[in-house]
């Protein structure tokens, strides 16, 4: 264990900026350390303390606690006399881990007034020049615990790359009740702007199934959560899945037939979600002056009845695929299908709004990572042999394997590497601010 001062030493001359020695995980940790602060650059003052639900959290919130995290898991048990930027921080920006102690109340983030932006962003190169620092000792160094250093930075920069999905989201739930419906960003990609035409018909595909591997490998090369492990056998039947996810047209015939008003297509509990939040159609659906608008991340804009029908709770997608005559994908399902068409994960950057399916006829299965997040039909349950990690490591995912459904792929705002077969994404099937939509499937 390197002293503090050793390390201060070794990084005196350090930035943030210019720390590019490429063995991968230095590149990766500096490269994701400044995307969460350019995710930052459209944002006024005012916007970093937005939190207008419990289950958002104000984009200083996470600026800060995806530095308590790194902190917290490497700099305070890897660094002998590590000094903390604020003894506070530890309650302050604790998000769940009991095993560490004490958390602030998750809805009252809001209140937070300080620390200020400007110390948040002073405890973000605090707690960088550290880990740079720490980090070069144990490439450099190989001293006894390296490998556990680099497990621990690799799994703080994923970590930090789901909370700069979840920063967009939650903004834009916040963003989206102030009645001036303000953008978060007014540039808009190329392929957005033309989102325009006429989606084809949806086309069935069959999947023979059979015996499959589901999961990864623990001992694989690259990258994986640990409720993606362990890999294990499942026997699927016969199935068929769409092609394409379902569009703002088709979902608004549901509404015309009355979807929202007949229990008969609903699970008693999203039946009673209805009833108590007078759901009449998705979140961010807006009728104004007798247009169909959508609430966007770009601010209120006209509604492409071909683009994916998005931030659907994952009973609102049970009742569509119900009304359809179809049912959801289970996990095991969908993880077959994209192992077979979906391996390589395509989406294009900056992209912040779903887009209409590209008709490429070497693309059978389409929009597998690109628009919305899929519900499944599965709990989201441990893979059997799943044992969680020891101490306070193990509630990263363990903790939480319990009333809460499976979605799969990505959105357009998930990072591009988390984009692959595997990725086990988990809400509580009333959640509604995700960019979460529905692919249909059927028994063969």
């Given at each position: 264990?390197?002293?503090?001062?050793?390390?201060?030493?070794l990084?005196?001359?350090?930035?943030?900026h210019?720390?590019t020695?490429?063995?991968?995980?230095?590149?990766?940790?500096c490269?994701?350390?400044?995307?969460?602060?350019?995710?930052c650059?459209p944002?006024?003052?005012?916007?970093?303390?937005?939190?207008?639900?419990?289950?958002?959290?104000?984009?200083?919130?996470?600026?800060?606690h995806?530095?308590?995290?790194?902190?917290?898991?490497l700099?305070?048990?890897f660094?002998k006399?590590y000094?903390?930027?604020?003894?506070?921080?530890?309650?302050?920006?604790?998000?769940?881990?009991?095993?560490?102690?004490?958390?602030?109340?998750?809805?009252?983030?809001?209140?937070l007034?300080?620390?200020?932006?400007?110390?948040?962003?002073?405890?973000?190169h605090?707690?960088?020049?550290?880990?740079l620092?720490?980090l070069?000792?144990?490439?450099?160094?190989?001293?006894?615990?390296?490998e556990?250093?680099f497990?621990?930075?690799?799994?703080?920069?994923?970590h930090?790359?789901?909370?700069?999905?979840?920063f967009?989201t939650?903004?834009?739930?916040?963003?989206?009740?102030?009645?001036?419906?303000?953008?978060?960003?007014?540039?808009?990609?190329?392929?957005?702007?033309s989102?325009?035409?006429?989606?084809?018909?949806?086309?069935?595909?069959h999947?023979?199934?059979?015996?499959?591997?589901?999961?990864?490998?623990q001992?694989?090369?690259s990258?994986?959560?640990?409720?993606?492990?362990?890999?294990?056998?499942?026997?699927?039947?016969?199935f068929?899945?769409?092609?394409?996810?379902?569009?703002?047209?088709?979902?608004?015939?549901f509404?015309?037939?009355?979807?929202y008003q007949?229990?008969?297509?609903?699970?008693?509990?999203?039946?009673?979600?209805?009833?108590?939040?007078?759901?009449?159609?998705?979140?961010?659906?807006?009728?104004?002056?007798?247009?169909?608008?959508?609430?966007?991340?770009?601010?209120?804009?006209?509604?492409?009845?071909?683009?994916?029908?998005?931030?659907l709770?994952?009973?609102?997608?049970?009742?569509?695929?119900?009304?359809?005559?179809?049912?959801?994908?289970?996990?095991?399902?969908?993880?077959?299908a994209?192992?077979?068409?979906?391996?390589?994960?395509?989406?294009?950057?900056?992209?912040?709004?779903?887009t209409?399916?590209d008709?490429?006829p070497?693309?059978?299965l389409?929009?597998?990572?690109?628009?919305?997040?899929?519900?499944?039909?599965?709990?989201?349950?441990?893979?059997p042999?799943?044992?969680?990690?020891?101490?306070?490591?193990?509630?990263?995912?363990?903790?939480f394997?319990?009333?809460?459904?499976?979605l799969r792929?990505?959105?357009?705002?998930?990072?591009?590497?988390?984009l692959?077969?595997?990725?086990?994404?988990?809400?509580?099937?009333?959640?509604?601010w995700?960019?979460?939509?529905l692919?249909?499937?059927?028994?063969?």
């Amino acid at each position: 264990m390197p002293s503090v001062e050793a390390l201060i030493s070794l990084n005196s001359d350090t930035d943030i900026h210019l720390a590019t020695e490429d063995n991968g995980l230095l590149e990766q940790f500096c490269k994701t350390r400044q995307q969460s602060v350019d995710l930052c650059g459209p944002l006024e003052i005012e916007d970093y303390g937005l939190q207008a639900a419990a289950f958002t959290s104000p984009p200083k919130w996470h600026l800060a606690h995806t530095s308590w995290f790194f902190e917290t898991f490497l700099l305070k048990p890897f660094v002998k006399e590590y000094t903390v930027f604020h003894p506070a921080y530890e309650v302050l920006f604790n998000s769940y881990y009991n095993v560490i102690g004490k958390q602030y109340p998750r809805p009252q983030r809001g209140l937070l007034s300080r620390p200020t932006v400007n110390e948040v962003m002073k405890y973000r190169h605090h707690v960088d020049q550290a880990m740079l620092a720490l980090l070069k000792a144990a490439l450099h160094e190989h001293y006894s615990e390296s490998e556990e250093v680099f497990g621990r930075v690799q799994l703080g920069v994923q970590h930090e790359k789901q909370h700069q999905e979840l920063f967009l989201t939650d903004l834009k739930y916040s963003l989206s009740k102030n009645p001036l419906f303000p953008g978060y960003s007014s540039i808009k990609n190329a392929s957005h702007q033309s989102d325009a035409g006429h989606s084809q018909c949806a086309q069935w595909l069959h999947f023979q199934g059979g015996l499959f591997q589901l999961g990864v490998d623990q001992n694989g090369e690259s990258f994986s959560f640990d409720n993606e492990n362990p890999a294990h056998q499942v026997y699927i039947e016969p199935f068929e899945l769409s092609d394409r996810l379902i569009t703002n047209a088709e979902f608004q015939v549901f509404i015309e037939h009355d979807g929202y008003q007949r229990p008969e297509f609903w699970l008693s509990d999203g039946w009673a979600e209805v009833q108590q939040g007078q759901w009449r159609q998705p979140l961010y659906w807006i009728e104004a002056n007798g247009c169909s608008m959508e609430f966007t991340l770009h601010g209120l804009e006209p509604r492409s009845p071909e683009q994916p029908v998005c931030h659907l709770s994952g009973y609102e997608a049970d009742a569509y695929a119900c009304w359809a005559g179809a049912r959801l994908p289970t996990e095991a399902e969908w993880e077959f299908a994209a192992s077979q068409y979906g391996k390589k994960a395509v989406r294009f950057e900056n992209r912040l709004q779903p887009t209409s399916v590209d008709c490429d006829p070497h693309d059978p299965l389409k929009q597998l990572y690109d628009s919305c997040w899929q519900w499944t039909s599965s709990a989201y349950r441990p893979y059997p042999g799943f044992k969680a990690g020891a101490g306070a490591i193990g509630e990263y995912n363990g903790k939480f394997m319990c009333n809460q459904w499976v979605l799969r792929g990505g959105s357009c705002v998930s990072p591009v590497g988390h984009l692959r077969p595997t990725y086990r994404n988990f809400f509580y099937p009333r959640d509604r601010w995700q960019f979460s939509g529905l692919r249909l499937a059927r028994s063969h």
